[in-house]
């Protein structure tokens, strides 16, 4: 698998990410700056780590979404390479309209970081494999702009597209309001492309990959990634 | 017609006594440009006229500590060629005028004293005093400051993962918010700022500098009053995104080897930084502060020096270095120029387009400042509280006040608004007795905590002062850390007050035996004074910073029960 | 010539601002408070000396940066 | 009534937002932008109908919540 980190100026999970990929997948992936015009064409996967590009001064992700590297990504993502944004990725991917709706500020207003619980919507695709349909993982968040929002019209077609990859949750699995930390849409916390080629979640797989640092519930998206791209 | 009449001299904080040393030095009337510039540098902030004497009696020595207390931040040697590197640091009057922007420019000054030393910041902490929970400000405050931590250190990338929290009426007027960073440098790779090199260029990089807070180090260091709302438009404006592209730039040239010397603007911006500079090489400076990258028009040599702008660094640059640097600062999008050189006079000269509109000599300035010793009575209350004292409450009502009490509470609701996880190495969240972070690809860890009980202090500064000293070393070891040296944050009332300076005097006291008697030295600290308002004083409260480390991660220790059945032991009296 | 740009949610968004801010009035006191929408307010100071063109400029400029259209509405006006 | 409440940073205090889309939109190719400051601009539907009380009430909210006068400048327009 060859995989990319891209590296906004404000990015602060990329290192984060890169060590994830290199443990899974054993090479280091290759660190690509927001000035690059080009995306090496070889590429099996492409990450947007989490952080604060740019300041996310304006709304989150909207400047990193118009640099000049994004403009590979998504060339590179209509050719089928798999994306993956993770927490500003997310916003960053749906700022750039590779993914549905918008992430808003949080309900509260404040910024959250801590374990939540999600239930696995599809094991059906590349990131998603190594789990299974329904299954309750404890991933961390950290942020302040989690609120999914996507018009009724909009929700309605991702839904029937099974374009949902996780849901917030409790522990037992069940979707509630109390389980919905941030006020997103049906609890919407991770959301696939409707080919599930991208995928953009507000949690952070990076950061639960060894006991030391609490759970490794987040080392299957990254082993799945592996076996479906080598 | 002279500009500087008495008043002059006044609203910039110097005594008459202070006024006829600066005539003394300068062997002439100073000009504005001048004066500002003695009286940021002879500010209680930059002097430490009131404490210095106290301070020098803290032990700082052992055989792992790299550099003491005089630097930007402290440093011990943690092994496998790898520093610590760590300091605290009070953000307090800017904090109580405006919450969010004081606290957050408190964890942006604190960030770029550690990796100004070719650290790596990895953790950041904190301590906070607030007011009693009913008085009608205090809400407002602590979700401000908060926010402002949280809202610095989570773009910044650095994750906050410990701290302490306290409530009394005496800060009702006047909050503490002091913020600890903990970075990692290569040991044989720290970076001082002592000048050296006469003709190298210096350099300014970071952010534009604009017209803030100029007065703000004197305010620091001035007493609360009514007066102060009109002092409001110095509170600074924080740009985290920019301290985080800093820090990488700051990093990548330090990487090379082009850097002799370097400094955070911190308070008193480009005076205290250069003067300090000069003064640590024994050198003289010229500045040309036309050169300097200024965010307004119209901007004049006074304002520039004396400008506490955030996010921006001076540095002497090795010859010939220039470029390259101005290539890495440009590449993260941050300004850069060369505004001066050294020089062998022993004098700050400062151009204006050419002409010069400041000449001081630097070492009469920077070491000569006033030190005074100050009266000080040191009150100690012997008597403790004895049990047939204390009210009966029957258990399980005294279980519920005191999980209820504000000092007892969960907080939680702070700390899940800091990113406590980003860099991918903390193994104990907030929540324990000292957070945890690995050291990043080994199985090594650091460990971190701030400490202090103010009425143990206001009780008896002596063995308050001990007693913070000795929770911080407990705190460390209750993870399974070694101790290694603590940080302090010393902030009190008035030290014209006897009874205040004892506070400060016998608390030093109480500190240094602890830290003799653990072998746990002092390598860096802050001092805040003036924590009044309309003449009452905060309790006094010596915060400790306690950094040790764990030689194995997976013989660490945690707060949790971990299975049932098993035993349960108390230690101790 | 100076651009004031307003953007703000669409109706139909659910703008947590808005009501953070209308429950805190609430909690100081402020009654017959109905209902709070919070917008941002942007000024752009142009070299552009034509009132058209600075207009279709910053029109752009929202439409690829300042706005987002999924949730966001904007409007600009012209200042000589 | 409606009021219209403009929230700026005063001149002189640092805008990193601004400074930041300002830079955001040189990177995409608008040339002129010669500055950029990001204020907030909120909307609040008050029961009340008196204009003179509504303004009063508004100003007080703003200097009590919607403002941090500190750092910041604010405007109230009020709409029948
Ligand atoms: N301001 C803060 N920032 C981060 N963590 C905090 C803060 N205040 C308290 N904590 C965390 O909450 C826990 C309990 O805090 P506290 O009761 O003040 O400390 P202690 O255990 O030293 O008495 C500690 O783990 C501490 O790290």
Known sequence: MKAAVIVFPGSNCDRDVAVALERVAGTKPLMLWHRETEVPSDLDLIVVPGGFSYGDYLRSGAMAAHSPVMAGVKAAADKGVRVLGICNGFQILTESHLLPGALMRNRDLKFICKDVHLTVESADSDFTRGYADGQVVRYPVAHHDGNFFADDETLAAIEDAGQVAFRYCQPDGTVDADANINGSRNNIAGLFNRDRTVLGLMPHPERLIDQHLGGTDGVPMFKSLLEALS | MSEITPEVVAQHGLTDDEYKLVLDIMGREPNLTELGIFSVMWSEHCSYKSSKKWLKTLPTEAPWVICGPGENAGIVDIGEGLAAVFKMESHNHPSFIEPYQGAATGVGGILRDVFTMGARPVANLNALRFGSPDNAKTRHLVAGVVAGIGGYGNCV????????????????????????????APADKIFYSAAAGIGNPVVYAGSKTGRDGIHGATMASAEFDEKSEEKRPTVQVGDPFTEKLLIEACLELMATDAIVAIQDMGAAGLTSSSFEMASKGGLGVELELDRVPMREEGMTPYELMLSESQERMLMVLKPGKEELAQAIFHKWELDFAVIGHLTETGRMVLKWHGETVGDLPIDPLAQASPEYDRPHEIKRETR????????????????????????????????EQYDHMVMGDTVVRPGGDAGVVRIHGTNRGLAATTDCTPRYVQ???????KQAVAEAWRNLTAV?????????????????KPEIMGQFVGACQGMAEACKALDFPVVSGNVSLYNETAGQPIMPTPAIGAVGLIDDLDRMATVPFKASDEIIVVLGE | MKAKV???LKPGVLDPQGKAVSHALDALGFTGVEDVRQGKYIEVDLAETDPAKAREAVDRMCRELLANTVIENYTVEIEG
């Open chain 2, 157 to 184: 990338g650095v994750p906050t993962i410990g701290g302490e929290t306290n409530f009394h009426a005496s800060y009702n007027g006047n909050i503490l918010v002091n913020a600890m960073t903990v970075g990692i």
């Open chain 2, 384 to 415: 403790g509280v004895r049990a047939n004292e204390t009210p009966e409450v029957p258990w399980k009502e005294a279980l519920t006040q005191l999980v209820g009490c504000p000092d007892l509470a969960s907080r939680r609701w702070i700390w």
């Open chain 2, 459 to 465: 009780a008896d500064p002596v063995e308050g002062g």
């Open chain 2, 480 to 496: 399974g850390a070694r101790p290694l040296a603590i940080t302090d944050n010393m902030n009190f009332g008035n030290p014209e």
């Open chain 3, 6 to 8: 307003h953007v703000t």
